[in-house]
């Protein structure tokens, strides 16, 4: 079972950046989907970004396009969001995600319950 915790989230103002880090231990790149949620009291988690991780397709929400960039490090089982011109409403719990019947993300990237393994989360606030 793979094991999944993130970091990299804090406080910044409207228009800074963030990257968040996502290690993956006990499970292996070679071919999954891995993806980043995001989640507020308010809204159900929401698909942000996702990357298949044997040709490194990637996804994004159309919230987020043109601002966050999904990567990944196989050597390091890390995968990252880089986050730039954040906005308030960018503001939530940030989730990573690994499918542990490693498919690739396709058009079914946000779907919730094909992931098997999440993370704790990272709290991401910004302020206007």
């Known amino acids: 079972q793979a094991h999944v915790m993130e970091s990299g989230g804090g406080s910044v103002q409207a228009g800074e950046s963030l990257r968040l880090s996502c290690i993956v231990s006990?499970?292996?790149?070679?071919?999954?989907?891995l993806a980043w949620f995001r989640q507020t009291p308010e809204k159900e988690r929401e698909g942000v970004a996702a990357?298949?991780?044997?040709?490194?397709?990637?996804y994004r929400s159309d919230s987020v396009e043109g601002r966050f960039t999904v990567s990944q490090d196989k050597e390091k089982n890390t995968v990252y969001l880089q986050m730039n011109n954040l906005k308030p409403e960018d503001s939530a719990m940030y989730y990573c995600a690994v499918d542990t019947l490693r498919r690739p993300c396709g058009s079914t990237w946000r779907t919730l319950d094909r992931f098997g393994s999440w993370g704790q989360g990272t709290q991401v606030t910004v302020s206007s």
């Open positions: 006990g499970f292996t790149f070679t071919e999954t989907c």
């Open positions: 990357i298949s991780s044997r040709y490194g397709a990637t």
